[in-house]
Structure formats: C-alpha cells, structure tokens
C-alpha cells in the first residue's frame, strides 16, 4: 500500500504543479483551452492538458512499475509489464466543463491487486490541492503541496431541508425526468446541477450532503472514485439502494465499458432513507 500510495502522491503533485499556472492565469488557461485535439464518442472534447495529464500519469505508472491492466479515460484499456494491478484514472474529470468554469475538475485513480483486491482510491481537487486517498480501509485528506493532514469535521444533516445536494440533470433528456424528483428539489435546502469526480471529494468532506445521478447515470470508470466518499462513512448505492461494491463493478466494468450506474449517495443513512423515498 505505501509503494502505491507514494506512486499517487507522486502523480497527484507532478499534475497539480502542470496545472496550477492555469488556476492564476486565465489567459494562460484560455489559450490551452483553444488547443483542442479531437472530438471523441459521445461529442467530448480532448484538450492539449488532457492529453498532457494522460501521459503524465502513463510516465508514473512506468516509474513506480505499477504495471498490470490499466484504463484511462483518456485512452482506454492496455496492458503494461507483468500483471501485478488493475488501475482505472481519469486525468481530467469534467474538462469540458472547464471550459466553462475550472472549479470542477478534479483527477481520480483507483488501484486493485491483478486478482481483484481492491487496494486505493483517491481524488485531487485541482483547484484547492485537496487529496482524499484510502489509506489503511478508512479515508484521509492531504493538501498535496504541505502534505499537511486535513481533519474535517462536519455535521450529517439527516434532512433534505438542511441538506445541500448536487443532482444530475444536465441535459434535455435527464430533465425529462424532474417530475420524478420534485420533492427533492423543493424540499433541500440547496441544489447544485452536475456531476464529476470532485462531487465524490466533496461530499467525503462534507462540503455536500447528497450526490445522485439517478436518470442519466455514471458509467463505471467515473464510479470508482466513490470508495473515497464510503471509506469516509458515506453511503454509496444505486437507485434501487444496493450498495456499490467496487471489485464486483470492476469485472462488469471489464466485461462492458458501456455499462451505466445509477447513484445515489449521502453522508450518512437516514438522509439516504429519505433521498430514495423521494426518487420514485
């Protein structure tokens, strides 16, 4: 677990220094945004720093020999030197949306034994530097420049009307759907429209209550960044309240790249208790 938690650090600080000139200067930042490479499935946009990032983490992996079958979302699925893990990264969660604002993005990695141990998952926070990592089965927070350990301390509001929730419902077909999640919407206390690796982060923190996509859903890669959140007491199930188990979604997530996931999520389990009652 050291060896990999040193190989996520390593990583995690290698792409906060490449990206951190962009967070003070916009201008910087804007003409990167206008490199963009190619158009891939589903109309997303692959940027310069995608690109980048993607090959930073590759270069890591290489270094601290973390070899096995790896998949990025960058680049998708290959093998590298014997098979020792099964890694799944995101270098660039919700680059698209940077375009618009930068706030949201974050990069993911999540580590498994070859023979489907789970081992680690952790997010960064581009924006603040904050690390949430899975250390010893329980969830601890870094700021990646101080290494310096974060304690947060945060009240588990048990009621949607103390609750802040971040729902997807970012395109014209999830928003088919908000008859079905009226009393949510009019009930919390606050809601945030969107979805991404950072949401996992915050609601670990505390920063949200609730995180659910229950019409458009996630697929898997995206999904597995969520153990950081459930190490941290946080409960991380599907639409229908079966629990998110991240060995079992990694061999259907092999078996079909395609597959889509329904979260629901909260920081404790009477707020999850009302969340499902609410989504019909």
């Known amino acids: 677990m050291e060896h990999v938690s040193a190989f996520i650090f390593a990583t995690f600080q ?20 206008s490199k963009q490479i ?14 980048k990032l993607d090959q930073m983490i590759k270069n ?21 030197g014997k098979n020792v893990y099964r890694v799944v990264y995101d270098p660039f969660c919700n ?53 310096e350990q974060l304690i947060f301390d945060y009240v588990k509001n048990e009621t949607l009307e103390d609750s802040w929730a971040v729902i997807t ?20 206390k606050r809601i945030i429209v969107s979805s991404g690796h950072i949401y996992w982060l915050k609601l670990a923190t505390g920063m949200i209550d609730i995180y659910a996509d229950p019409f458009g859903g996630e697929k898997l890669y995206e999904m597995f960044a969520c153990t950081v959140a459930q190490k941290n007491g946080c409960i991380v199930t599907d639409k229908d309240g079966k ?13 079909d790249q395609n597959h889509i996931y329904y979260p629901v999520a909260t920081t404790n389990e009477a707020l999850h208790k009302e969340i499902l009652k609410h989504i019909k």
């Not at 967070?23 to 804007?30: A, M, V």
């Open 14 to 33: 290698e792409a906060f220094e490449y990206m951190h000139p962009y967070l003070s200067n916009y201008q910087k930042f804007s003409r990167s945004l």
């Open 243 to 255: 629990y998110f188990d991240p060995v079992e979604n990694l061999k259907i997530f092999e078996n």
């Open 95 to 147: 680059s698209s949306l940077a375009t618009r604002t930068f706030q949201e993005a974050a990069i993911g990695i999540s580590v498994f034994s070859y023979d489907y141990e789970f081992i680690t998952s952790a997010i960064m926070d581009f924006q603040t530097g904050i690390v949430g990592i899975v250390q010893d089965g329980k969830s601890n927070f870094y700021q990646i420049q101080s290494k």
């Open 38 to 51: 190619k158009v891939k499935e589903n109309d997303n946009i692959q940027y310069s720093f995608d690109v």
């Open 169 to 188: 419902l970012e395109n014209r077909e999830e928003r088919k759907n908000v008859d079905e999640i009226f009393d949510i919407l009019k009930k919390t």
């Open 60 to 80: 890591k992996i290489e270094e601290f020999g973390i070899t096995g079958k790896i998949f990025s979302e960058e680049s998708g699925f290959f093998e590298c």
